[in-house]
């Protein structure tokens, strides 16, 4: 029996024409745990929304077809009624809660519900004991770095017992570990033959394993494909990726290798455990000998940035200490590192926004701290995680022209140059709207756009990519590696390892206020101990990588064979 | 830091919060028709006693935190002085052309101490009151609906990260300047994009408290009950023999 039935469901907002959601039919059964895909802008979010009823019940909304959860209309319940049916875990950690400790967040929702002290006390205990936060019981939540609020918000609907679970990309703005950590919480609950779980992810291999079936929304309307995830990777891989729908990396990869004519596989290999042991039963094996194919390019162009024994303390708290490094010009690199490692304070040290305590900045050659602030911020790039921040104008052209005109610069000298950027960074139709109205894509790459400017040899980027979808994320990382190979240095923060494997040239890992390794990509990956111990994760391409490399050799060596 | 004061086992952080409100708005009261220098004088000093005999407070902490309090009293004290409604008879000493009378001292001292008093009772009350206990107190003893008592603690959340967020505005509103400060004049500028956020967050959160079953009626249960107890009956003997104390020994002292 189905626990959720969809007949043709579209949802309208408001005053847009487009339905946000576009005439989706599909059923779900008791106990299912199911993936839905679907390109940005597809209604997913929205979706999640309809089946707990707070579409249309608090955000207005036209919901049209026959949606019904359990044999009843979301929309007639009560916020009450709701949760017990429906829980709802979502994007951003931030915003998920109303009160200050841990403790009294899990006790708000128990209390909506009206429970009995006893049964209060016995459910929060379970629930603090299933997600590992015991200990944190009652810690203030703004304390708790991003993967354990997610697990506090976690811990919330675990105490609310619904029946169905919604995960709307939990896992989105948070470090490797975190999310490695959050999922397997959540695949111990889909093994649970009664509560149904429905993944809205972006990050598709770490769950797959758990997935019953998986369900693709299409762009136009309707679903696209529907099945368990071998059959729809296998049969509809072609039409997914044609709608802008990610593949797992192993089944992308996978398929790519096939194609290639490099190998074989007798069933598509889902995750890396798969993978390996088809590769193992075709005799392709990782050697040591397949590590050492990529030799680092070592960059001699001089130094355009060192630091010397660089400190840096705020309020009687040393930040940084005894910081050492060197980035030649032209290079791309990462600072990698845990949450509050100091990696944001370095990078406002390196752009002259904080001096630093001890120790000598140069900038090509010259003492950093000699210079004049407004010198150093000519040549000195600085993205902030959040776009909104930096918009200081009314309209997108006067976004970019902003920095020429506080610098008196006649405007034939410059009218050119915003033009290419409008062009650029694909704003061209924007340019009289206000950067407050534009999409989160667009506003991001205007962000990076505004602060580019002629005399500047250094750009750097505050985690680019928080919060941002997939495709967005892509196009800004095309600009970024277009101003690197027009030979601009760039310093990025990141927790995505998979940019690091990408795009980087060096990495600087920042741990506890110093930089313990400074150098190549390569052998930073290999290195599992280092990455154990800053809680970092090599990405899974790199591994794919490895293999590729292995089954080229295994084909060379078939090859002088025969 | 002081999460860490209004959580101590100490007994006017025992005391409930809507009481202690009231008593903060008692002394206030009662201090406005006060003219004379003794009572104030008094008051402060009894209840700087009582926040940190009682409330364990530390008093260098306390200090720092009353040190605008005590600039803010002085002014007063100066601005009689320097500019009094009448010039008093009692010339004590000169500054410079200045004559300074005793009388006008006095006003300015009393008006001072009034401001200190005032201000000593709000610290007592916010270093020792933890917020969602303020809260719930407020629901369950004054009746507030919840939707707004909650709607207060979500609120209440945001305010360091608004704090944050004004920081990094600002600086990248500097590095864009090319490190010019901005003029008061275009502050505007920073609020828009904080406002801009804080309506995206409130939404965000409005959506997830209804989605854990929150309907902000008062139908719902407690797993906290604050109620009147022994403490409380204590707090009322304890303010009211203050009452007393300050406004009676001063009468003593002149009549001796």
């Known amino acids: 029996m189905s626990i959720i039935e969809a007949t043709d469901v579209s949802i309208t907002f408001g005053l847009q ?32 929304h309809a089946l707990q009823g707070l579409i249309p019940r608090s955000v207005e909304a036209d919901v049209t077809g026959t949606l019904s959860v359990k044999g009843e209309h979301p929309a007639t319940w009560t916020p009450r009624e709701a949760i017990q049916h429906v829980g709802i875990l979502f994007q951003d950690p931030e915003t998920q809660f109303c009160m200050l400790t841990v403790e009294d967040e899990i006790l708000f929702g128990l209390e909506n519900l009206g429970l009995s002290r006893e049964e209060m006390e016995e459910r929060l205990e379970r629930s603090l004991a299933y997600t590992g936060l015991v200990d944190r019981r009652h ?18 609907l675990l105490a609310l017992d619904p029946d169905i679970f919604v995960l709307d990309e939990p896992t989105a ?30 990050q598709l291999d770490p769950v797959l394993p758990v997935i019953d079936r998986v369900i693709a929304l299409s762009e136009k309307e309707g679903i696209l494909a529907e099945g ?24 992308m990869k996978a398929l790519e290798l096939e194609k290639a004519g490099k190998i074989t596989w007798p069933t598509l290999p889902l995750s890396l455990k798969e993978w390996q042991a088809a590769c193992e039963k075709q005799a392709i094996v990782l050697s040591p000998s397949t590590e050492t194919e990529t030799v680092p390019s070592v960059r001699t162009d001089a130094p355009i940035m060192e630091a010397e024994s660089v400190c840096f303390s705020y309020k009687n708290q040393t930040v940084l200490e005894d910081v050492y490094f060197s980035i030649a010009s032209g290079e791309f690199t990462v600072l990698v590192g845990a949450n509050g490692a100091g990696k944001s304070t370095l990078a406002k040290v390196i752009a002259g926004i904080h001096s630093p305590t001890h120790g000598v900045l140069r900038r090509n050659g010259e003492d950093q701290q000699r210079m004049s602030r407004a010198e150093l911020f000519q040549r000195t790039g600085y993205v902030f995680q959040q776009p909104e921040h930096q918009f200081v104008t009314d309209t997108v052209e006067e976004e970019l022209s902003y920095g020429w005109k506080i610098t008196d610069t006649p405007a034939a000298e410059w009218q050119q140059d915003v033009e290419n950027k409008l062009d650029e960074f694909r704003l061209q139709e924007k340019r009289m709207e206000n950067p407050f109205s534009l999409s989160q894509g667009q506003k991001r790459r205007l962000s990076v756009a505004s602060m580019l400017s002629p005399q500047q040899d250094v750009l750097i980027l505050d985690e680019p990519t928080f919060g941002q979808d997939e495709a967005s994320t892509v196009a800004l990382m095309k600009q970024v590696k277009q101003l690197h190979d027009e030979g ?3 310093v990025m923060i990141t927790h995505d390892m998979e940019l ?3 795009y980087a040239e060096k990495v600087l890992l920042v741990e506890e206020g110093t930089i313990t390794y400074e150098g190549p ?11 154990e111990k800053a809680a970092l994760k090599a990405p899974l391409s790199w591994e794919l990588e490895r293999w590729e490399r292995a089954m080229n050799k295994k084909n060379a060596s078939t090859l002088t064979c025969t | 830091m002081i999460e860490e004061y209004q959580q101590q086992p100490r007994f006017l952080q025992q005391v409930n919060p809507s009481l202690k409100l009231v008593a903060v708005l008692i002394m206030i009261a009662v201090m406005i028709p006060v003219f004379d220098l003794w009572t104030p004088l008094f008051l402060f000093v009894l209840t700087i006693a009582s926040i940190i005999g009682l409330g364990g407070i530390s008093p ?30 009692t010339v004590l000493f000169e500054i410079g052309p200045l004559p300074v009378a005793l009388e006008n001292v006095i006003i300015g001292a009393s008006l001072g101490l009034r401001a200190l008093v005032f201000a000593s009772w709000s610290l007592l009350f916010v270093l020792t009151t933890e917020p969602t206990k303020f809260m719930l107190s407020l629901i369950q003893q004054c009746k507030l609906p919840p939707r707004f008592g909650y709607g207060m603690m979500a609120a209440y959340r945001f305010l360091p990260a608004f704090r944050d967020e004004l920081a990094q505005v600002r600086t990248a509103h500097m590095i864009r300047g090319f490190g010019k400060e901005r003029k008061w004049k275009q502050w505007k500028r920073y609020f828009i994009p904080l406002m801009a956020s804080a309506i995206r967050k409130a939404e965000r959160t409005a959506v997830a408290m209804e989605s854990k079953g929150f309907d902000g009626s008062r139908d719902r249960s407690y797993y906290r009950r604050l109620t009147w107890n022994k403490r409380d009956m204590q707090f009322l003997i304890f303010v009211t023999a203050l009452l007393v104390i300050t406004f009676l020994l001063p009468d003593l002292m002149i009549r001796k």
Not at chain 1, 31 to 46: A, D, R, Y
Not at chain 1, 188 to 202: G, L, M
Request: hydrophobic share 45%.
């Open chain 1, 17 to 48: 024409k487009r339905p946000s959601l576009r005439h989706v039919t599909f059923f779900i059964t008791k106990g299912e745990t199911v993936l839905l895909l679907g390109p940005s802008g597809c209604g997913k979010s929205t979706l999640a």
């Open chain 1, 139 to 156: 810690e203030a939540l703004n304390k708790l770095s991003g993967g354990l609020k997610q697990k506090a918000a976690i811990a919330c």
């Open chain 1, 521 to 531: 990509i390569a052998p930073f990956f290999n290195d599992r101990d280092r990455l």
């Open chain 1, 228 to 251: 368990s995830p071998r059959e729809i990777f296998t049969n509809d891989a072609v039409s997914l990726q044609q709608e802008g729908i990610w593949l797992p990396q192993v089944c």
């Open chain 1, 488 to 490: 601009q240095t760039i």
């Open chain 2, 60 to 89: 260098r902490f306390l200090l720092l935190l009353l040190l605008p309090f005590l600039l803010f009293a002085f002014s007063f004290l100066w601005m009689q002085v320097v500019f009094p409604d009448e010039q008093g008879a």
């Open chain 1, 173 to 202: 703005n948070l470090d490797p570990k975190s999310s490695d950590d959050i999922l397997r919480l959540f695949a111990d609950i889909a093994r649970d033959p009664s509560k149904t779980v429905i993944f809205i992810e972006h």
């Open chain 1, 500 to 502: 690091v494997a990408r």
